[in-house]
T-cell receptor, first 114, second 114 residues
Framework: ETGVTQSPTHLIKTRGQQVTLRCSSQSGHNTVSWYQQALGQGPQFIFQYYREEENGRGNFPPRFSGLQFPNYSSELNVNALELDDSALYLC?????????????FGPGTRLLVL | KNQVEQSPQSLIILEGKNCTLQCNYTVSPFSNLRWYKQDTGRGPVSLTIMTFSENTKSNGRYTATLDADTKQSSLHITASQLSDSASYICVVSAEGSGNNRLAFGKGNQVVVIP
């Protein structure tokens, strides 16, 4: 176990709906990154938060938004859900921004959009 | 084109046998390379991390090698066990880029059968 938790574990939504996924980072970690992983693919970087500020964003539309709280937990919000948003959503926490900092992944939230 | 290519995409091996997974990358300038193990429906867990000056690193029955000149890495699994059935993801970081610009491979899917 990495100490990173995510909720919910599974979620079913319909097209057009909105969803909020949550992540609690490992104790002492101030950085949270969010990834989308389609079946059979590697994780795709959505965005990263460092001390409550966004620090980098991948190639995802604005309907993917996030938030980091003072306790460094984080939320991923997706508006106007599309069928292609069906995926495993992973969050990863780290102790900082450096490339040498290991990211510790949570178990993921499996989202199915119908 | 993906900056990290892994092969084979999938393989099936008998319990007790060895196997080797390959990772080729084009990320430059190179900072470090990690191998993660991802069980089905779970988050990735870090196995090894190697920097430019390291050419081999072990973690139990897992041994990773790195040739920074040819930009190749391998992960060798010795005496495979059923619990080794998972996807193994190669992740490469560029120098000075921070950990929000990681390049992920699609993974090697390993199935160990009794």
């Amino acid at each position: 176990e990495t100490g990173v938790t995510q909720s919910p574990t599974h979620l079913i939504k319909t097209r057009g709906q909105q969803v909020t996924l949550r992540c609690s980072s490992q104790s002492g970690h101030n950085t949270v990154s969010w990834y989308q992983q389609a079946l059979g693919q590697g994780p795709q970087f959505i965005f990263q938060y460092y001390r409550e500020e966004e620090n980098g964003r991948g190639n995802f539309p604005p309907r993917f938004s996030g938030l980091q709280f003072p306790n460094y937990s984080s939320e991923l919000n997706v508006n106007a859900l599309e069928l292609d948003d069906s995926a495993l959503y992973l969050c990863a926490s780290s102790a900082g921004l450096g490339s040498g900092e290991t990211q510790y992944f949570g178990p993921g939230t499996r989202l199915l959009v119908l | 084109k993906n900056q990290v290519e892994q092969s084979p995409q999938s393989l099936i091996i008998l319990e007790g046998k060895n196997c080797t997974l390959q990772c080729n990358y084009t990320v430059s300038p190179f900072s470090n390379l990690r191998w993660y193990k991802q069980d089905t429906g779970r988050g990735p867990v870090s196995l090894t991390i190697m920097t430019f000056s390291e050419n081999t690193k072990s973690n139990g029955r897992y041994t990773a090698t790195l040739d920074a000149d040819t930009k190749q890495s391998s992960l060798h699994i010795t005496a495979s066990q059923l619990s080794d059935s998972a996807s193994y993801i190669c992740v490469v970081s560029a120098e000075g880029s921070g950990n929000n610009r990681l390049a992920f491979g699609k993974g090697n899917q390993v199935v160990v059968i009794p």
